[in-house]
């Protein structure tokens, strides 16, 4: 008899996502523990849905559960190409992706009501309210106070994207020069194996969506290192903004590579003590992104 993997709610299969991802990113081997709280308090939510996704991954052959010491890998990180590409292509909402699409492409109105949505889109109000939940978490839209929701200025448009880059080249470097900022060996050690993964050709198997979570979490990493929560919070915000039009530029693998080494060399700087050079080496770094990946045709 044939058992098939438990179906999962949108929630569930991106923490299921989110999970591969992680164990990707952190290179882990087989046989290394995964805590249900320790990943819920990374993730931002309760135990139940992470409970649920790391059942299925139990089914799916990448873990495995003794009831008395929780839940260990099965396989190695580098072994589970196949699984991530499977739950990356199935972890988001078609709801989501409609209304990214739209809203990338400025064909949603500024003002609507969820009854109007569920009329546009053929949808239940349960299932609008999670994905619109999910968009508000991200920075989409705002519900007003009155009634139904807005949408909140994202990069929709070049000169957006373009501003966006300008200003980071303006705060990240910043950041590394504060008076409080601070790296400790295990961050630095962490940083330097995921990037050296990625440069020495983990970008050719890695999915869209880790190489940008991968990136984010290099960029935020150090923003938190410089103890400025209001730097740190707004590399976030602006990491939540760029998310989709990244994902349009998919197709294009080799500057991952660039970039890595870019970041590799930021790590280099900062070991040494010199953070002067990291951060000089973070503002060209910036502005090469800029040049390279700000094109009209995202927004076509």
């Known amino acids: 008899m044939v058992v098939r993997p438990m179906p999962l709610s949108p929630l569930q299969t991106r923490i299921a996502r989110d999970i591969v991802s992680y164990v990707r990113r952190e290179r882990f081997q087989e046989g290394h523990h995964l805590a249900e709280s320790q990943l819920a308090a990374q993730m ?3 135990r139940t849905p992470v409970k649920f996704a790391m059942e299925h991954l139990v ?6 559960y003794d009831r008395n010491r929780g839940y260990f890998l099965a396989r190695n990180s580098d072994d589970l190409v196949d699984l991530a590409s499977e739950v990356m292509e199935k972890s988001d909402d078609p709801l989501y992706l409609k209304l990214a699409q739209l809203r990338l492409s400025r064909q949603l109105p500024e003002l609507f009501t969820e009854i109007e949505f569920m009329r546009r889109f053929d949808v239940s109000r349960a299932a609008l309210r999670g994905v619109l939940s999910r968009l508000q978490q991200e920075g989409w839209v705002e519900q007003r106070a009155g009634q139904g929701w807005r949408l909140l200025p994202m990069i929709d448009s070049v000169q957006a994207y373009e501003e966006s880059y300008t200003f980071r080249a303006t705060i990240e470097p910043a950041g590394l020069l504060s008076p409080t900022f601070h790296i400790d060996r295990e961050t630095l050690d962490a940083c330097r194996r995921q990037q050296e993964f990625i440069a020495n050709g ?3 198997t890695m999915t869209p969506q880790e190489l940008f979570e991968a990136n984010s979490h290099f960029h935020e990493t150090l923003a938190a290192c410089s103890g400025n929560r209001f730097l740190q919070q707004t590399v976030r915000r602006l990491d939540q903004l760029r998310r989709l039009v990244e994902y349009r530029q998919a197709g294009t693998r080799a500057p991952r590579k660039g970039q890595a080494e870019e970041h590799l060399a930021i790590l280099d700087f900062l070991e040494k003590g010199d953070r002067l050079a990291a951060a000089d080496q ?3 770094h910036l502005e090469q992104a800029r040049r390279n990946k700000v094109d009209p045709a995202l927004f076509e």
Do not use: A, F, P
């Open 44 to 46: 931002n939510v309760s």
């Open 59 to 64: 089914e799916r052959g990448m873990l495995t």
């Open 202 to 204: 983990g970008y050719l």
């Open 282 to 284: 973070m503002r060209r």
